[in-house]
């Protein structure tokens, strides 16, 4: 498509590729077969015990867990989930139902047994893995409402008492796996029977107006992703990558587990989110995926400790600081760095930026970041600090990676350029197409949605909005859909939250805000009748309605309602702060559509200093609470 009149900036980028699909089954022989002895995993098992398992030892384990499901009823095509936090045991159930032609609904272990209920109903799912006590109440929570689920397999001891299904613990199904010995021989050749264009696994996804979508993704959608993503990515055997994102998204599962896994390096396995910091220091990683908000804790953990050393030590380091923008503002431009700059950014790396590389486990090549847009100025701080992050760009329907910087020539501000065999096209409306062996299926009983998302011709569209400067480089300026991301990379649907919210007799309309930051903020407007007949009976007076939103009392009184209102959502879908507002939303105001929709867009601009002065309150509480926010 040719540039739009008066503009120089092109609108396709990235061409189709003659590549060759394969399986999630080629995948995970290819690095068995190639280097069996070699360090797959490492897991910890005690204080001060990381135990290594090879590749070969992950094979084996992977054969008889897909043998035992067999065994259990399972069939080729049938689907299982998973509800657990990142663990080992997470990735060998993912591969073992590979290899046994099962399909893999992974599932969020912070979600609601309602949500829970809800996506393995509609999925149809047999069995399910649950992580623990927790994720097992859950699931016999939600099993009156999944008459298909007949079997849970636990990873940690569970008292299966009163539960409506079988239930095995991990190391049972073990067991019966390797008593499976008269298999073993044919249990690969079944697994090659898989093909490319087979459902490999169902991601549910929020919805901006409903329930959750199932994705599709096929074998070769996330084998095409995972072999295209590596060589842009450039993994090593030799690195070492701390795994600790959520497995249930896609972001992880195919950067820090597919590709890792087909380049031949080794995973260590974080033991939970609180711990990737002592981790890092006994894993010493050189590789590794985070979302934005991973990136903004490091770097005001690092502003904080510098602000109250004070003195000499503050005023060194912003003399480091920007030294080293400098210096990777040349790496951004190609520029050659002098001598003097050298020698000088050598002083401030002694001095400063190798004991922020010390707390990384000082052997980062570098990271990469997902899920939500990363501040540029975070960024451009890693760098100057020799710690690279290459921004990347892509969603759960492209399996995920769309773009991502090449590491040799990044760009800052931009998610990179399409990957080999992804074509990126900006549409009339600025909207983002792609296409490619990424693109998904379609949705999971839902034809209409698949239709409305993927055009006849393979254009997938992404919801968001972009440009692409001369080199082909992709820049996301908008969001077109309504979809929240938050800086943890967790996707809010703000429509039914809001209409749970509306359901109090105190809200009237309300707008739920906080795309790329790490906690929701509601803009309310109050059903002033019943707000002022709570106020009296509370004996609170307002002069008039602007003076009764900014009474502390009420809006803690509206936040407490509306989350008495969100009981079943995850908290991360919950508002931390409300903004109570004096004046409706109105077609004369602009904030309102000829059709009485929100204009979304009009309401943040209108609002934009009470939204950050929400925002920056939240930051001094947690300050003085030592809390998130």
């Given at each position: 498509?040719?540039p739009?009149p008066?503009?120089?900036r092109p609108?396709?980028?990235g061409?189709?590729?003659d590549?060759?699909?394969?399986?999630?089954?080629d995948?995970?022989?290819h690095p068995?077969?190639?280097?069996?002895?070699?360090?797959a995993?490492?897991?910890?098992?005690?204080?001060?015990?990381?135990?290594?398992?090879?590749?070969?030892?992950?094979?084996?384990?992977?054969?008889?867990?897909a043998?035992?499901l067999?065994?259990?009823?399972?069939?080729?095509?049938?689907?299982?989930?998973i509800?657990?936090?990142?663990?080992?045991?997470?990735?060998?159930?993912?591969?073992?139902?590979?290899?046994?032609?099962?399909?893999?609904?992974?599932v969020?272990d912070?979600?609601?047994?309602?949500?829970?209920?809800y996506?393995?109903?509609?999925?149809?799912?047999?069995?399910?893995?649950?992580?623990?006590?927790?994720?097992?109440?859950?699931?016999v929570?939600?099993?009156?409402?999944?008459?298909?689920?007949?079997?849970?397999?636990?990873?940690?001891?569970?008292?299966p008492?009163?539960?409506?299904?079988?239930?095995?613990?991990?190391?049972?199904?073990?067991?019966?796996?390797?008593g499976?010995v008269?298999?073993?021989?044919?249990?690969?050749?079944?697994?090659?029977?898989?093909?490319?264009?087979?459902?490999?696994?169902?991601?549910?996804?929020?919805?901006?107006?409903g329930?959750?979508?199932?994705v599709?993704?096929?074998?070769?959608?996330?084998?095409?992703?995972?072999?295209?993503?590596?060589r842009?990515?450039?993994?090593?055997?030799?690195?070492?990558?701390?795994?600790?994102?959520?497995?249930?998204?896609?972001?992880?599962?195919?950067?820090?587990?597919?590709?890792?896994?087909?380049?031949?390096?080794q995973?260590?396995?974080?033991?939970?989110?609180?711990?990737?910091?002592?981790?890092?220091?006994?894993?010493?990683?050189?590789?590794?995926?985070?979302?934005?908000?991973?990136?903004e804790?490091?770097?005001?953990?690092?502003?904080?400790a510098?602000?109250?050393a004070?003195?000499?030590?503050?005023?060194?380091?912003?003399?480091?600081?920007?030294?080293?923008?400098?210096?990777?503002?040349a790496?951004?431009?190609?520029?050659?760095?002098?001598?003097?700059?050298?020698?000088?950014?050598g002083?401030?790396?002694?001095?400063?930026?190798?004991?922020?590389?010390?707390?990384?486990?000082?052997?980062?090549?570098?990271?990469?970041?997902?899920?939500?847009?990363?501040?540029p100025a975070i960024?451009?701080?890693?760098?100057?600090?020799g710690?690279?992050?290459?921004?990347?760009?892509?969603?759960?329907?492209?399996s995920?990676v769309?773009?991502?910087?090449?590491?040799?020539?990044?760009?800052?501000?931009?998610v990179?350029?399409?990957?080999?065999?992804?074509?990126?096209?900006?549409?009339?409306?600025?909207?983002?197409?792609?296409?490619?062996?990424?693109v998904?299926?379609?949705?999971?009983?839902?034809?209409?949605?698949?239709?409305?998302?993927?055009?006849p011709?393979?254009?997938?569209?992404?919801?968001?909005?972009?440009?692409l400067?001369?080199?082909?480089?992709?820049?996301?300026?908008?969001?077109?859909?309504?979809?929240?991301?938050?800086?943890?990379?967790?996707?809010v649907a703000?429509?039914?939250?809001?209409?749970?919210?509306?359901?109090?007799?105190?809200?009237?309309?309300?707008?739920?805000?906080?795309?790329?930051?790490?906690?929701?903020?509601?803009?309310?407007?109050?059903?002033?009748?019943?707000?002022?007949?709570?106020?009296?009976?509370?004996g609170?007076?307002?002069?008039?309605?602007?003076d009764?939103?900014?009474?502390?009392?009420v809006?803690?009184h509206?936040?407490?309602?509306?989350?008495?209102?969100?009981?079943?959502?995850?908290?991360y879908?919950?508002?931390?702060?409300?903004?109570?507002?004096?004046?409706?939303?109105?077609?004369?105001?602009?904030?309102?559509?000829p059709?009485?929709?929100?204009r979304?867009?009009a309401?943040?601009?209108r609002?934009?200093?009470r939204?950050?002065?929400?925002?920056?309150?939240?930051?001094?509480?947690?300050?003085?609470?030592?809390?998130?926010?």
């Open positions: 498509m040719p739009e008066g503009s120089d609108r396709t980028a061409a189709p590729t590549f060759a699909p394969g399986t999630l089954v995948l995970f022989l068995i077969r190639r280097h069996p002895e070699s360090t995993f490492i897991v910890r098992r005690g204080e001060d015990d990381w135990q290594h398992l090879t590749y070969r030892d992950v094979e084996e384990i992977a054969r008889d867990v043998l035992a067999r065994s259990l009823g399972l069939e080729r095509g049938d689907r299982v989930a509800i657990s936090a990142t663990r080992c045991e997470w990735a060998l159930a993912d591969f073992a139902l590979i290899m046994a032609g099962l399909i893999g609904v992974p969020y912070s979600l609601t047994s309602r949500q829970i209920a996506i393995l109903r509609d999925a149809g799912v047999r069995a399910a893995f649950v992580a623990d006590s927790e994720q097992f109440a859950k699931l929570e939600a099993a009156p409402e999944v008459p298909s689920l007949r079997h849970a397999i636990a990873f940690d001891p569970v008292d008492g009163g539960a409506p299904f079988k239930v095995m613990s991990w190391e049972d199904l073990l067991e019966q796996g390797r499976l008269s298999l073993h021989e044919g249990y690969e050749a079944y697994a090659r029977q898989t093909e490319p264009g087979e459902l490999a696994t169902l991601i549910y996804t929020s919805g901006t107006t329930p959750p979508k199932g599709m993704l096929s074998h070769n959608n996330l084998y095409s992703n995972a072999v295209l993503s590596s842009r990515l450039e993994i090593l055997r030799t690195d070492v990558v701390l795994a600790w994102l959520p497995m249930s998204h896609v972001f992880e599962r195919t950067a820090g587990h597919f590709c890792t896994w087909l380049c031949g390096a995973r260590a396995f974080a033991e939970s989110v609180e711990t990737v910091p002592r981790d890092m220091l006994e894993v010493r990683p050189t590789f590794m995926a985070a979302v934005p908000r991973f990136y804790k490091v770097h005001e953990a690092t502003l904080t510098v602000r109250a004070g003195g000499t030590r503050e005023r060194i380091f912003w003399w480091a600081k920007a030294l080293g923008e400098r210096v990777a503002d790496v951004m431009t190609g520029e050659r760095t002098g001598p003097w700059l050298r020698i000088r950014y002083i401030a790396d002694r001095l400063v930026f190798r004991k922020l590389k010390a707390r990384t486990g000082g052997r980062i090549r570098y990271f990469v970041s997902g899920s939500a847009p990363l501040p960024a451009r701080f890693f760098w100057g600090a710690l690279p992050v290459l921004e990347g760009y892509g969603l759960t329907e492209s995920p769309i773009s991502v910087n090449p590491p040799e020539a990044p760009r800052l501000g931009t990179g350029t399409p990957i080999e065999g992804v074509e990126v096209r900006i549409a009339d409306d600025g909207e983002i197409l792609c296409r490619g062996p990424n998904m299926l379609g949705y999971y009983n839902n034809a209409e949605a698949t239709r409305e998302t993927i055009e011709d393979g254009w997938l569209h992404t919801g968001d909005i972009g440009e400067d001369g080199a082909g480089y992709l820049r996301i300026t908008d969001r077109k859909k309504e979809l929240i991301v938050t800086s943890y990379g967790k996707n703000p429509l039914p939250v809001e209409e749970a919210m509306k359901r109090s007799p105190l809200v009237d309309q309300v707008v739920l805000v906080g795309d790329g930051r790490k906690f929701l903020v509601a803009l309310i407007v109050p059903e002033f009748g019943h707000l002022e007949a709570w106020a009296r009976a509370a609170i007076e307002g002069k008039d309605p602007a009764l939103t900014r009474q502390p009392a809006v803690e509206v936040l407490h309602e509306v989350h008495d209102r969100l009981e079943g959502f995850s908290g879908e919950m508002p931390k702060r409300v903004i109570l507002l004096e004046e409706a939303f109105s077609i004369e105001a602009g904030t309102l559509t059709t009485q929709k929100v979304r867009r309401v943040m601009d609002y934009a200093q939204i950050e002065d929400a925002y920056a309150e939240g930051e001094r509480e947690a300050r003085r609470t030592g809390g998130n926010g």
